[in-house]
């Protein structure tokens, strides 16, 4: 079951404003990865289900870092009640999907599990706020809309919390765009995550893009206060 409350989890989200995410399918590079993001400041990171067993190598570093108190460790591209259900059982403290999906919406609400649905027009915000949803990814991010779509949703919809995912990068001027039109988080992957500090190991590098990155994020929420929970 899930570690850390839904609460939690979403304050985290909002708090630090940004959810790494990333997948890899040998768990000691995972691991690096995590605790190169946990040690750059950030609190949830999100692994996604991509590969071939990916849910072993989601368990393990759910074991791996059970003791360590800044990991709040979510799955993402979940389409399906049957692979949340998996993953929650294996510790998941966060669901992420590119589509927005009733039955897991129920499945993680009966589990008090925070469910963040891709969705790409108000209609499908709207929804999965009446499932319970308190953050809704917009996703793919940029072709949706990028920044003017948040800022167009904000007016219609102020209690919307919005976590694009899909379009963002670490540069200032990105991240501007999207606080500045109203995101609560962000989304942030291969931007963050780039597949050549990976395959050299260079997980110091990860860690202190992370520092820099969260650092201009705290900037831009001072000048952008988020709506927290």
């Given amino acids: 079951m899930a570690k850390f409350s839904r609460v939690t989890v979403l304050n985290n989200m909002i708090g630090t404003g940004m959810v790494p995410v990333f997948y890899h399918p040998d768990v000691d590079v995972a691991e690096q990865i995590v605790r190169a993001c946990l040690d750059g400041g950030v609190r949830c990171v999100e692994f996604t289900n991509r590969g071939d067993q990916a849910h072993l190598v989601f368990g393990e570093l759910v074991r791996r870092f059970w003791e360590d108190g800044r990991a709040i460790l979510g799955v993402g591209s979940v389409v399906?009640?049957?692979t949340a259900g998996l993953y929650i059982q294996l510790g998941?403290?966060?669901?992420?999907?590119?589509i927005l999906n009733p039955e897991v919406a129920r499945l993680c609400n009966r589990r008090k599990v925070a469910y963040s649905p891709g969705c790409g027009s108000a209609s499908?915000?709207?929804?999965?706020?009446?499932?319970?949803?308190?953050?809704?990814k917009v996703f793919p991010g940029s072709q949706v809309g990028g920044p003017a779509f948040v800022k167009a949703i904000s007016g219609p919809m102020p209690w919307t919390r919005i976590m694009p995912t899909g379009g963002v990068s670490p540069e200032k001027e990105n991240l501007r765009a999207w606080f500045g039109a109203g995101a609560a988080c962000v989304?942030?992957?291969?931007?963050?995550?780039?597949?050549?500090?990976?395959?050299?190991?260079?997980?110091?590098?990860?860690?202190?893009?992370?520092?820099?990155?969260?650092a201009l994020i705290q900037d831009l929420k001072a000048q952008y206060p988020p709506k927290m929970m």
């Fill in 80 to 82: 399906d009640p049957a």
């Fill in 187 to 214: 989304g942030m992957g291969s931007k963050l995550i780039t597949k050549e500090l990976v395959t050299a190991g260079d997980f110091d590098a990860i860690r202190q893009k992370t520092v820099e990155t969260l």
């Fill in 124 to 136: 499908e915000i709207s929804e999965a706020e009446e499932l319970g949803v308190e953050i809704a």
């Fill in 92 to 98: 998941a403290s966060f669901v992420v999907g590119p």
